[in-house]
């Protein structure tokens, strides 16, 4: 369980820039809850998910994730609890290291690391396994580059080594936004297999309304820094793109982006 | 001509010394600069760290390979200090790099002084000959130095050298330095503590660097505080003519490797300018030079590349 309570984010306090990216936010996100969040440009939604993450200290507040307080804690310890997924592909890979090499840094997540070989016999095998479900031939090309991959194919070993060892909470943020519409499909039917395999409870953010819709047992909407509307269960089921428009609008939201209209 | 060849002849067995020697430089910089993505400037001093310290044990009668094993540890303390720079103090690399560089040129007079209150800028070896690893007596039972001893000496350390460094940087440790260095975000994502790995690798690095320092101060038989002075840029132009060279061969061993070679045919190259008539004075100039068009081949290739393909791609 995931309890975030009255966090606020000001980036550039105090100068002309000032910015209230968050404001006195709260969500608690139950134990499988799986979570999609949707909301205009700059809503916040990326830097909810940074603060939990601890890529930037929230300004007050307390994020505590089943029971523990995680808002002191730096990033990499942080880390140890969550799985993440970026927007952009090139974020979630080492590049210039090989695929196995990728699984085997995400294979000791939450781990102490010593002086053992980095990768494994074993592990192979387990990598191998684990890459063959992905159906992109990328068991066979375990010693390539992860710079020679596609984004998709980049997403795709990053949403797996996000799972390899099973966090405590899913963070993905818009991690289909920069892939092909066939591809972004694809990734998303692996993310909604590995979010069921481990139960994970998952924040999603997408800019895409039906999918939001479509995936997860709840959904919220951001705007200007706040949940301005926060739906679960069979009131979720029915939801439609239209009740989704008219909760935006009621918020004062006008200018609701024409990406979501069209998607 | 044949004055030519015979006097570059005759500098050969010391260009390979001393290529091997600033190999194990390469080495350190090929941490830094290649694994961490880091301008470490911290070189220009550590340089001279190694190689002061040495001296001065060397003077006190420590054994000479426990002295080299001191300067080592020496560099990583003076690595360790930009690192904690950069890492605690947000202090960006080159001006981290930069300060710990300053700071330690007066450390580095202070260590050949032999004391705090004393310092000196140079350390002559020329008494203690013969206790230096380098040097082997002669027909009158004099020491003096011995090229053929100093670059067996030399091949074999630089081999050991990559040896250990393929080891670790297959450990989960040293995959955890590289992972920092090739993407920071996806490496805290994974729980590895950036800034220990990164104090970590410039300690490595700065080991490295200060070790050849010492080793550079044994075989000249003297040690001067400004001994390291251009290091990073010899170090960078080792690194790229290797690459340059040798970059089509795959593989941790290869690129290492290609980065001592590299120092060797730098000094190669310096012995010819010599040779030719190149005055001294001018040979940072020259140095700065080389590393210049060196750093842009891989730009003029990929534009060169691209033009290509617009020309192919208007043909088409
Ligand atoms: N590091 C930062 N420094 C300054 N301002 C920031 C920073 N990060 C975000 N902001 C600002 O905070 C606000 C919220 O940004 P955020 O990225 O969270 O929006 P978002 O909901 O993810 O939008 P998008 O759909 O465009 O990704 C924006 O106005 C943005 O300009
Ligand atoms: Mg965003």
Known sequence: MLEVSHITK??????????????????????????????????????????????????????????????????????????????DPMMGTAADMQID????????????????????????????????????????????????????????????????????????????????????????????????????????????????????????????GRIIFDVS??????????????????????????????? | MGAFFASLGNQLPGTLAQGLIWGVMALGLYLSFKILDFADLTVDSSFATGGGLCAILITKNVNPIIALCLSFCAGMLAGGITGLLNTKLKIPPILAGILTQLGLYSVNLHIMGGGFRDSKPNIPLLKFSEALIFTSPNANGAYTSDRTKTIIICALLCAALVAVMYWFFGTEIGNAIRATGNNEHMARAMSINTNSMKVLCLMLSNGLVALSGALFSQYQGYADVNMGRGAI????????????????????????????????????????????????????????????????????????????????GKEA
């Open chain 1, 101 to 224: 090499e990728n699984l085997a840094l995400a294979y000791r997540r939450g781990k102490g690391r010593g002086l053992a070989w980095g990768v494994t016999k074993k592990e192979k095998e387990l990598f191998r396994e684990q890459l063959s479900r992905l159906g992109l031939g990328l068991e066979d090309r375990m010693t390539s580059k992860v710079g020679l991959l596609s984004g998709g194919q980049r997403q795709a070993i990053t949403l797996l080594m996000a799972t390899l060892q099973r966090p405590e909470m899913l963070l993905l943020d818009e991690h289909t936004a920069a892939l092909d519409p066939v591809t972004a499909k694809k990734v998303l039917a692996l993310s909604e297999e590995l979010i069921s395999e481990h139960s994970l409870t998952t924040m999603m953010v997408t800019h895409n309304m039906k999918d939001a819709i479509r995936h997860g047992n709840r959904l919220i909407m951001m705007n200007a």
């Open chain 2, 233 to 312: 840029v010899i170090g960078l132009a080792s690194i790229i003519i290797g690459e340059v060279l040798l970059g089509r061969f795959r593989g941790f061993v290869m690129r290492c490797t290609s980065a001592i070679i590299g120092s060797i045919i730098y000094y190669l190259i310096i012995a010819i300018v010599i040779t030719i008539g190149l005055s001294t004075d001018d040979l940072k100039l020259f140095s700065a030079v080389v590393v210049a068009i060196a750093l842009a081949v891989p730009a003029m290739k990929k534009k060169k590349a691209k033009v290509a393909k617009a020309q192919s």
């Open chain 1, 233 to 263: 269960g069979e009131a979720k089921q029915k939801l439609t793109v239209d009740d989704l428009m008219r909760e935006f609008a009621k918020a004062g939201g006008d200018d609701i982006e024409d990406r979501a209209l069209l998607s």
């Open chain 1, 10 to 87: 000001i980036f550039n306090a105090g100068t002309v820039n000032e910015k209230v990216a968050i404001n006195d936010l709260s969500i608690t996100f139950n134990d499988g809850d799986f979570v999609t969040v949707i909301g205009g440009n700059g809503a916040g939604k990326s830097t909810l998910m940074n603060l939990i993450a601890g890529v930037y200290p929230i300004d007050t507040g307390s994020i505590a994730l089943n029971g523990e307080e995680l808002s002191r804690l730096p990033e990499f310890k942080r880390a140890k609890k969550l799985g993440r997924v970026f927007q």
